[in-house]
Antibody
């Protein structure tokens, strides 16, 4: 059974930093293209970014609102995905979801329960 | 703001067919697969349709997806009260090098 468990959320002041983690199990993590998606309170889903598997180049792509502030990384030895968030703004307040691929492709299929990030003074 | 446009709401009575549109452009829907998600309040989204019209195991065949040109649609036939939820489309955008979600549609069962 695929499991994705996010952690690391909390309350942080504007301009601060936070690192989210996502522990994965139930699939071959090292071969997986992983994504982060967020949802601000009462709003729709917003893609944050993705990281390809090392076999696929290991490169990252990020959404324009977070480019240069957020960094996605992975530790395949720990089956863990990370989201380093710097220079946080109030508009980054959201539930952050870790999303893994389906069994037959790279599309976003399996979602964690999410972790809440609140940016406020 | 979202690149993919969906109607904010859709509704129907039990047993009816409801269709949700997702309008994009040649750089996203026009050249890439569309996937659909269902989300209940306070819970994580769930994959409903992948690669335009494929259903993951466990998803009822009442749900179907289609794509034509730069638009896609999700249809729910035989509407049931438990289908009341928010629905989102998503596609990769080649120009932005980003995944872009639709604005979301809330389905209400009257």
């Amino acid at each position: 059974e695929v499991q994705l468990v996010e952690s690391g959320g909390g309350l942080v002041k504007p301009g601060g930093s936070l690192r989210l983690s996502c522990a994965a199990s139930g699939f071959t993590f090292r071969n997986a293209r992983m994504n982060w998606v967020r949802q601000a309170p009462g709003k729709g889903l917003e893609w944050v970014g993705r990281i390809k598997s090392k076999g696929d180049g290991g490169t990252t792509d990020s959404a324009a609102p977070v480019k240069g502030r957020f960094t996605i990384s992975r530790d395949d030895s720990k089956n863990t995905l990370y989201l380093q968030m710097n220079s946080l703004k109030s508009e980054d307040t959201a539930v952050y979801y870790c999303v893994g691929p389906g069994p037959s492709g790279t599309y976003m299929a399996f979602w964690g329960k999410g972790t809440t990030v609140t940016v406020s003074s | 703001q979202s690149v993919l446009t969906q109607p904010p709401s859709a509704s129907g009575t039990p047993g009816q067919r409801v269709t949700i549109s997702c309008s994009g452009s040649s750089s996203n829907i026009g050249s890439n697969n569309v996937h659909w998600y269902q989300q209940f309040p306070g819970t994580a989204p769930k994959l409903l349709i992948y690669r335009n019209n494929q259903r993951p195991s466990g998803v009822p065949d009442r749900f179907s997806g289609s794509k034509s040109g730069s638009s896609a649609s999700l249809a729910i036939s035989g509407l049931r009260s438990e289908d009341e939820a928010d629905y989102y489309c998503v596609a990769w955008d080649d120009s932005l090098s980003e995944s872009v979600f639709g604005t979301g549609t809330r389905v209400t069962v009257l």
